[in-house]
């Protein structure tokens, strides 16, 4: 079973930034190129909602509300993938997730949070 961890988040004041990390700690190299990552956030009170995601050919996309404000990169040789945030608003505010995705496989970090107010 694969463990994803999650890292960065905690308290930011609106226009701050913050990098979110997810490391893969079980996965060989090889296994962590072929899938696809995402991150998604729940806020209180609301579904979870994809935020980023990066494909393992390359591809990212991002939601409406992010998009010009977040970033999704993947480190392969570390097996790592961070989310830089910027211009963070209080709607931002919400548990972060990172998921791995393969055709066979799907796993879930266990979230960090990221609140952003004044």
């Known amino acids: 079973q694969e463990q994803l961890v999650e890292s960065g988040g905690g308290l930011v004041q609106p226009g701050g930034s913050l990098r979110l990390s997810c490391k893969a700690t079980?996965?060989?190299?090889?296994?962590?190129?072929?899938?696809?990552f995402s991150w998604y956030r729940q806020a209180p009170g609301k579904e979870r909602e994809l935020v980023a995601a990066?494909?393992?050919?390359?591809?990212?996309n991002y939601a409406d509300p992010v998009k010009g404000r977040f970033t999704i990169s993947r480190d392969n040789s570390r097996k790592r993938v961070l989310l830089d945030m910027s211009n963070l608003k209080p709607e931002d505010t919400a548990v972060y997730y990172c998921?791995?995705?393969?055709?066979?496989?799907?796993?879930w970090g266990q979230g960090t949070q990221v609140t952003v107010s004044s």
């Open positions: 998921n791995a995705r393969t055709k066979n496989t799907n796993y």
């Open positions: 079980r996965m060989i190299t090889s296994v962590f190129w072929s899938n696809d």
């Open positions: 990066h494909n393992s050919n390359g591809d990212t």
